[in-house]
Nanobody, 123 residues
Framework: QVQLVESGGGLVQAGDSLRLSCVAS????????MGWIRQAPGTENETVAA????????YYVDAVKGRFTISRDNAKNTVFLQMNSLKPEDTAVYSC????????????????WGQGTQVTVSS
């Protein structure tokens, strides 16, 4: 069993930065790939970024490449999403998830989800 708790969301202006954190409980954290998935009102879930258990492999959706960085600290059971140059279209609820796998086109299979944290970017 893995429990995930996100933090770091908020209301910012376009061009600002935020750093999301997701802390996991349970001793199996390092066995999972981790992902950040977002959902804006009226839209489908979108895989924003994902990272393998070793940090060797990552995925980013095209819309955030060059602006967002996913990282993890297995010793602290934490995954991060550094978001720079935020845009109004980044506004969404961001959830972290423990993934059994992810692929190069944003597909994934998740075993556990956090409750989500709201990110709102004003223009």
């Amino acid at each position: 069993q893995v429990q995930l708790v996100e933090s770091g969301g908020g209301l910012v202006q376009a061009g600002d930065s935020l750093r999301l954190s997701c802390v996991a409980s349970g001793r199996t954290f390092s066995r999972y790939a981790m992902g950040w998935i977002r959902q804006a009102p009226g839209t489908e879930n979108e895989t924003v970024a994902a990272i393998s258990w070793s940090s060797e492999n990552t995925y980013y959706v095209d819309a955030v490449k060059g602006r967002f960085t996913i990282s993890r600290d297995n010793a602290k059971n934490t995954v991060f999403l550094q978001m720079n140059s935020l845009k109004p279209e980044d506004t969404a609820v961001y959830s972290c998830a423990a993934l059994r796998w992810f692929n190069s086109v944003g597909g994934y299979a998740a075993d556990y989800w956090g409750q989500g944290t709201q990110v709102t970017v004003s223009s």
